[in-house]
T-cell receptor, first 115, second 115 residues
Framework: DQQVKQNSPSLSVQEGRISILNCDYT??????FLWYKKYPAEGPTFLIS?????DKNEDGRFTVFLNKSAKHLSLHIVPSQPGDSAVYFC??????????????FGQGTILTVHP | DTGVSQDPRHKITKRGQNVTFRCDPI?????LYWYRQTLGQGPEFLTY????????KSRLLSDRFSAERPKGSFSTLEIQRTEQGDSAMYLC?????????????FGDGTRLSIL
């Protein structure tokens, strides 16, 4: 009953081009959607988030899009840089009750940006 | 450094032994979460605390697992009678406020290896 899916285990992109990472979810009882980046031997680092009442949020090179009708979330990185190479996780945050704040993560996508 | 701190970073033990991990959250954060991550998967929720109260436990948290957060500050996660399947990265995260929109901040984790 996996609620969050990242169907692409890996993505390879040339430096300077756009990276698009995708995430699908099956439940609607969430209030925030988040992207985390993880380097080896480190914990996940928060990257960007979007409220369930919005459809776009932008922060520098990173833009997150939310399509609620399709239950789909995407992260765009433009332009991609070699330092962006990491594992990217999407996560959804429970909206209420005793589960408030709990994150459910996707399986992750390994992004490799080639110089 | 005022981030989330976890200790130890690595733990190797024999099957059947007990282990205890410690997490020190960001000082002003009242919510503390434990997650477990295995190879190729995203972090999976185990349990969380609001101040000293443990508000939810995942079904992943068998009766061999116990977590505490005395005085609402640091937290400990204990695994009794460890099994091979307990080998994983154990991550701690914290966030501030009851209805805060601030994201969870993660520590670098404790990697547990069961021989």
């Amino acid at each position: 009953d996996q609620q969050v899916k990242q169907n692409s285990p890996s993505l390879s992109v040339q430096e300077g081009r756009i990276s698009i990472l995708n995430c699908d979810y099956t439940n609607s009882m969430f209030d925030y959607f988040l992207w985390y980046k993880k380097y080896p031997a480190e914990g996940p680092t928060f990257l960007i988030s979007i409220s369930s009442i919005k459809d776009k949020n932008e922060d520098g090179r990173f833009t997150v899009f939310l399509n609620k009708s399709a239950k789909h979330l995407s992260l765009h990185i433009v332009p991609s840089q070699p330092g962006d190479s990491a594992v990217y996780f999407c996560a959804i945050r429970d909206a209420g009750g005793t589960s408030y704040g709990k994150l459910t993560f996707g399986q992750g996508t390994i992004l490799t940006v080639h110089p | 450094d005022t981030g989330v701190s976890q200790d130890p970073r690595h733990k190797i033990t024999k099957r059947g032994q007990n282990v205890t991990f410690r997490c020190d959250p960001i000082s002003e954060h009242n919510r503390l979460y434990w997650y477990r991550q295995t190879l190729g998967q995203g972090p999976e929720f185990l349990t969380y605390f609001q101040n000293e109260a443990q508000l939810e436990k995942s079904r992943l948290l068998s009766d061999r697992f116990s977590a505490e957060r005395p005085k609402g500050s640091f937290s400990t996660l204990e695994i009794q009678r460890t099994e091979q399947g307990d080998s994983a990265m154990y991550l701690c995260a914290s966030s501030g406020g009851v209805y805060s929109n601030q994201p969870q901040h993660f520590g670098d984790g404790t990697r547990l290896s069961i021989l």
